[in-house]
């Protein structure tokens, strides 16, 4: 099946400790994403990538890293500089394809990360 | 910069009944126009998307509009059921290739209650 998988659906850390969220795609993907979700709200972009070996900061970067070696992996580290990190998170992914012509973006099932 | 409205931000409607969510957006230049249902607990998911082509696209008991002149588009949802209770984001881009182009920018969401 093709898709996108995030691990581990909930992750819990102990303030001040840095935490690494997963995101796989399997779907030949070039642009993938990271959505911060708080209860009630709305998505909120954090980092973004159009092709390997680059990416961009969204609108809430501060106290986040990512990395995009591969294709098909996109891995957002939460860092003890992120002074309210308790969230919902989301990975993204679509085709860039040609400009011009715009593309689905598909979800992944989402981390829950718990500090206390 | 790019903004999405979306509303309303609640909505409750009885069984059978239709449904309708509307969003404006300010960015005369998008031309993509996705809607994604989000479940408790999950990641959001595409149900329906509408280029800015077409004025109007119909899948079942679902349909989308566009009205490119006033900028604002909206969700119909007739003869709904318990199932279809979630929360609802429209979103708009414009199609490219490079830098924020082809970034989705999401409405706040819809929490839509169908009881029975």
């Known amino acids: 099946d093709g898709g996108i998988t995030q691990s581990p659906k909930y992750l819990f850390r102990k303030e001040g400790q840095n935490v690494t969220l997963s995101c796989e795609q399997n779907l030949n993907h070039d642009a993938m994403y990271w959505y911060r979700q708080d209860p009630g709200q709305g998505l909120r972009l954090i980092y973004y990538?159009?092709?390997?070996?680059?990416?961009q900061k969204g609108d809430i970067a501060e106290g986040y890293s990512v990395s995009r070696e591969k294709k098909e992996s996109f891995p957002l580290t939460v860092t003890s500089a992120q002074k309210n990190p308790t969230a919902f998170y989301l990975c993204?992914?679509?085709?860039?394809?040609?400009?011009?012509?715009?593309?689905?973006?598909?979800f992944g099932p989402g981390t829950r990360l718990t500090v206390t | 910069g790019e903004n999405v409205e979306q509303h309303p931000s609640t909505l409750s409607v009885q069984e059978g009944d239709s449904a309708v969510i509307k969003c404006t957006y300010s960015?005369?230049?998008?031309?993509?126009f996705p809607w994604y249902k989000q479940e408790l607990g999950k990641g959001p998911q595409l149900i329906i998307d509408?280029?800015?082509?077409?004025g109007e696209k119909k899948d079942q008991r679902i349909a989308v509009t566009l009205n490119k002149t006033a900028k604002h588009f909206s969700l119909h949802i007739t003869e709904t059921q318990p199932e279809d209770s979630a929360v609802y984001f429209c979103?708009?881009?414009?199609?490219?290739?490079?830098?924020?182009?082809?970034?989705?920018?999401f409405g706040k969401g819809t929490k839509l209650s169908v009881k029975p």
């Open positions: 979103a708009a881009s414009r199609s490219g290739y490079g830098g924020s182009q082809g970034n989705l920018i």
């Open positions: 993204a992914s679509r085709v860039s394809g040609l400009a011009g012509v715009p593309y689905e973006q598909y």
């Open positions: 960015d005369s230049a998008s031309n993509y």
């Open positions: 990538s159009q092709i390997v070996n680059d990416f």
């Open positions: 509408i280029r800015s082509n077409v």
